[in-house]
């Protein structure tokens, strides 16, 4: 799948490389006790340390780096027994310090790979360059007062993994896969919620053209981007802008820009800054990190079936299509109820029902699969009464509907509405002499070569037997009788 841009001068290509800030799913901060709970009231989650009181030491978190360790064995990367964390120095009203704990030279993690799903049912492998540690800042809020701002320290200090990938992505669609499956591997993992909304997952994309072939392009930064929509929109917009600027004679300044959803543009915010503009030196305060090959298998030891292993066995063992698994494992909790319906029953069937129905109407209300009116075992269960042939599939819509509304088991719907289906070849027999008994004209009409009254027939049976009557049996006795 090639993306492409076409200019006034011929095809461009997008190059894109994303750094993704995802905070660790922890309930304290990096280097502090202090809670990390989301909409907590402004700075009430503040320790000494968080609001870099002077003399404060940092202590840091273990949790914090076990989830970096797992995410990296997540990413398929290397971890690194040997990390350091340095300052990096500059200047925000909402970093108390004048510098945030970051890791740079030697990060926790180094090159891994992530593998993305494209719409036309291909894969790419995307590479990792790094991941690494460090505290995240505090909030400036600009709307709460005519003339001043504020400031909330709830968040400084609360733990990121910066996830820096190579420039291996190439236009809006790849880039959407990569973050969605970057964010379904984190969520996975539990290291991270991903909730994009609440800012816990956040991308800097970086966007540069170039003729296939060429050079790579210089990029621009685009900085805090906050949905997987608004990362294509973005980078749209921003290889567009670039096109036009170098159609025009002119050249692409690296510079660092804001996406602004409301006016869909894009919008320079400062010009880059380079590593050393920041000063790193190893924080004098903190110890470099190390642990053993132990510590890493110990943590390798407890990981769950990542979403691609998972695919591939829904594929493999239940039989089912790329686009069944690929969907059914997106969410975790979704490919859990799947296998938990698919227990025993016709595993194409159930995924059917839920990708379908079930899905359709949760959709429809806003609602996950874990806050679905109908449990696992009873999709299962309505997935039984259709195999055994005791509804037809047109019935079973019927109790599927009456489920989700009250939350009854599909054979006790059945049971109180008498909607099994009738399979008693000689009652349907009956009630078909009886059709063509009272319908002389369409008889003969179909007798004469209208193939499509077979159809009126059907119906009519359907109709004496409120949609109950078995259709293979319908068919076989109406093309005997009919002839
Ligand atoms: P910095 O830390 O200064 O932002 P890096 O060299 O670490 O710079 O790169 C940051 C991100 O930019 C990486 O995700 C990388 O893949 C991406 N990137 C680097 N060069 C390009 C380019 N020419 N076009 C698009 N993305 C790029
Ligand atoms: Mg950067």
Not at 96 to 101: A, E, L, N, R, S
Not at 236 to 260: F, S
Request: hydrophobic share 35%.
């Amino acid at each position: 799948m090639t993306y492409t841009l076409k200019g006034e001068t011929g095809d461009w290509e997008v190059v894109i490389g994303m750094e993704v800030h995802a905070q660790v799913t922890a309930n304290t901060k990096l280097f502090s006790g202090a809670a990390t709970s989301f909409g907590a009231e402004p700075n009430s989650q503040v320790s000494m340390v968080d609001a870099a009181m002077p003399g404060m030491l940092p202590v840091l978190n273990k949790y914090c780096v076990e989830q970096a360790v797992r995410t990296g064995l997540g990413l398929n990367a290397q971890i690194n027994n040997y990390s350091v964390f340095e300052r990096k120095n500059y200047f925000y009203p909402d970093l108390p310090q004048g510098y945030q704990i970051s890791q740079f030279l030697h990060p926790i993690v180094g090159k891994g790979v992530v593998e993305i799903d494209l719409p036309d049912g291909t894969t790419k492998n995307i590479g990792v360059t790094r991941l690494h540690l460090e505290q995240d800042a505090g909030k400036s809020l600009h709307d709460q007062h005519p003339t001043k701002s504020f400031v909330d320290l709830n968040r400084s200090g609360s733990a990121l993994m910066e996830i820096v990938s190579e420039p291996d992505l190439r236009g809006p669609e790849e880039s959407a896969a990569y973050l969605s499956k970057l964010r379904m591997i984190l969520r996975y993992l539990g290291t991270c919620d991903g909730n994009m909304e609440e800012g816990s997952m956040r991308a800097d994309v970086n966007v540069s053209v170039r003729k296939f072939g060429a050079e790579l392009g210089t990029r621009c930064e685009i900085k805090n981007v906050n949905s997987v929509k608004a990362v294509q929109q973005a980078i749209e917009y921003e290889a567009r802008r670039q096109i036009e600027i170098i159609e025009g004679g002119g050249t692409i300044k690296q510079e660092t820009r804001l996406w602004d959803p409301v006016k869909m543009e894009t919008r320079s915010m400062r010009s880059k800054e380079e590593a050393h503009d920041y000063r790193y030196f190893p924080d004098p305060d903190l110890l470099p990190l190390e642990f053993d090959d132990a510590y890493v298998q110990s943590i390798k030891a407890t990981l769950p079936e990542l979403p691609d292993q998972k695919k591939h066995r829904f594929m493999k063992d239940f039989g089912l299509p790329l686009y069944d698994a690929t969907v059914l494992i997106a969410e975790k909790p979704r490919a859990e109820y799947f296998e938990s319906a698919a227990n025993d029953r016709d595993p194409k069937l159930v995924a059917n029902w839920i990708l379908n129905e079930l899905m359709g109407l949760l959709n429809k209300e806003g609602k996950d699969i874990v806050d679905s009116p109908i449990a696992a075992h009873q999709i299962g269960g309505l997935v039984a009464l259709i195999q055994d042939n005791t509804i037809s599939g047109k019935i079973a819509k019927d109790v599927f509907a009456e489920m989700y509304q009250t939350g009854k088991d599909a054979d006790k719907i059945v049971e109180e509405k008498g909607l099994k289906q009738i399979t008693d070849s000689g009652a349907i027999e009956k009630i078909i002499e009886a059709i063509i008994a009272a319908n002389p004209d369409n008889v003969a009409g179909y007798k004469a070569g209208k193939d499509k009254l077979f159809g009126f027939f059907v119906g009519q049976v359907m109709k004496e037997t409120g949609g109950k009557a078995n259709p293979a049996i319908i068919n076989d006795l109406l093309k005997k009788k009919l002839s």
